[in-house]
């Protein structure tokens, strides 16, 4: 069934179709979400995305566009959390916690998250959103609030970013 039908069946009460929403987008924003602020926050900042869903799915004109509406609630939720954190006194930044595995897959992952959570937020953002996501440079955009333009140079910015960190801790392909 799809996401359109789904959110508006969602909008004439039926609870069952929210359960489908949650049960197929969930993954994907909370995926996100601790893409942007690590495993620690993932589940209450997620949380925090489907309240606002069950808030303003109601008032949602376009129920086509569920997807950039989604990820720009999750967005913004992102950014009040990284508000939050940015205006506490700062303490001793830990590292990530890196902890390599035996397989040489787990090692890659490892330091692409590494790689990836060194990002500046933005450049993360859209790296997460267009490639791991799987949403399109339009989508992105308006999640964004930027133009097209804009999604692409951070794009590039971003995959140069992350071949330099990469590159600068060893990693060669």
């Known amino acids: 069934m799809s996401d359109e039908l789904l959110v508006v069946r ?31 926050e993932a589940d209450d900042v997620s949380q925090e995305v489907w309240l606002a869903v069950v808030r303003g799915l109601p ?16 967005r913004r939720a992102v950014a009040n959390r990284l508000r939050e954190e940015y205006a506490r006194p700062e303490v001793a930044a830990g590292d990530g916690p890196v902890s390599p595995d035996a397989t040489v897959a787990l090692v890659d992952r490892a330091e692409l998250v590494e790689g990836l959570s060194g990002l500046p937020a933005r450049e993360r953002e859209i790296l997460v959103l267009f490639y791991l996501e799987d949403l399109s440079v339009e989508d992105c955009a308006e999640i964004c609030a930027v133009p097209v333009g804009t999604v692409k140079s951070r794009l590039s910015r971003a995959r140069r970013m992350l071949r330099d960190h990469l590159t600068e801790k060893g990693y060669r392909r």
């Open 59 to 74: 008032r949602l004109k376009e129920p086509g566009r569920f997807a950039p509406w989604l990820f720009t609630i999750a």
């Open 10 to 40: 969602c909008q004439l009460g039926e609870r069952e179709a929210f359960a489908e929403l949650v049960r197929a987008w969930h993954g994907p924003v909370w995926t996100y979400v601790r893409r942007m602020l690590g495993p620690v």
